[in-house]
């Protein structure tokens, strides 16, 4: 079974400062997807960045990037510039590109919460 | 453009009672997700529909879990002969299947006393 790991249970970073959230997971399929998934308090969860473990380079969106290391199942998160709203809690997922009847659940992490400093 | 909807969003029951939760994907969407999430943990997947099938559920789903999906449009999470344990957020997410991207609903937020 794949599992994500986060390591770092909580974060903080000074305002327009740069972070890096660390997330590492397990499993023996070679084509797969990462996510890295936002959950602001009291607010749904929205979707970060991705990358398609078939990709060498990687994906970046705005001020958010990853560093994805297939060999060593390494999957962390750069936040430049950290801004006031980026405030949140950040799950790292996994899914494999199609489970059983098109099943692409997700599997999670235990999350990193991130809190940015004034 | 309406985003994925549940209801209530938050709902506190007896133990022994039994619950309901509603969620309404984005339109057209025809695969729908159930998730639970506690206290410090990252969602876990309960259940998966696509249309108004329910083709995979998670060993997390015990009997008194129940979910439908009638004409592949919302989806209904029922709990029955609730129990502490049961005290979580539930998470419900769609997707299409040419976007892969999940996109969750709010949650509802069960508390059983």
């Known amino acids: 079974a794949q599992t994500v790991t986060q390591s770092q249970p909580e974060m903080s970073v000074q305002e327009a400062e740069t972070v890096t959230l660390s997330c590492t997971y397990d499993t023996s399929e070679s084509d797969y997807y990462l996510f890295w998934y936002k959950q602001p308090p009291s607010r749904q969860m929205i979707l970060v960045i991705r990358q398609e473990a078939y990709k060498q380079q990687n994906a970046t969106e705005n001020r958010f990037s990853v560093n994805f290391q297939k060999a060593a199942k390494s999957f962390s998160l750069k936040i430049s510039d950290s801004q006031l709203g980026d405030a949140a809690m950040y799950f790292c997922?996994?899914?494999?590109?199609?489970?059983?009847?098109?099943?692409?659940?997700?599997?999670f992490g235990t999350g990193t919460r991130l809190t940015i400093i004034p | 453009d309406t985003g994925v909807s549940q209801d209530p969003r938050h709902k506190i029951t007896k133990r022994g009672q039994n619950v309901t939760f509603r969620c309404d994907p984005i339109?057209?969407?025809?695969?729908l997700y159930w998730y639970r999430q506690t206290l410090g943990q990252g969602p876990e997947f309960l259940t998966y529909?696509?249309?108004?099938?329910?083709?995979?559920k998670s060993r997390l789903l015990s009997d008194r879990f129940s979910a439908e999906r009638p004409k592949g449009s919302f989806s209904t999470l029922e709990i029955q002969r609730t129990e502490q344990g049961d005290s979580a957020m539930y998470l419900c997410?769609?997707?299409?299947?040419?976007?892969?991207?999940?996109?969750f609903g709010p949650g509802t937020r069960l508390t059983v006393t």
């Open positions: 997922a996994y899914r494999t590109p199609r489970g059983n009847f098109g099943n692409e659940k997700l599997t």
């Open positions: 997410a769609s997707s299409l299947v040419a976007l892969h991207e999940q996109y």
């Open positions: 529909f696509q249309n108004e099938a329910q083709l995979e």
């Open positions: 339109s057209e969407h025809n695969r």
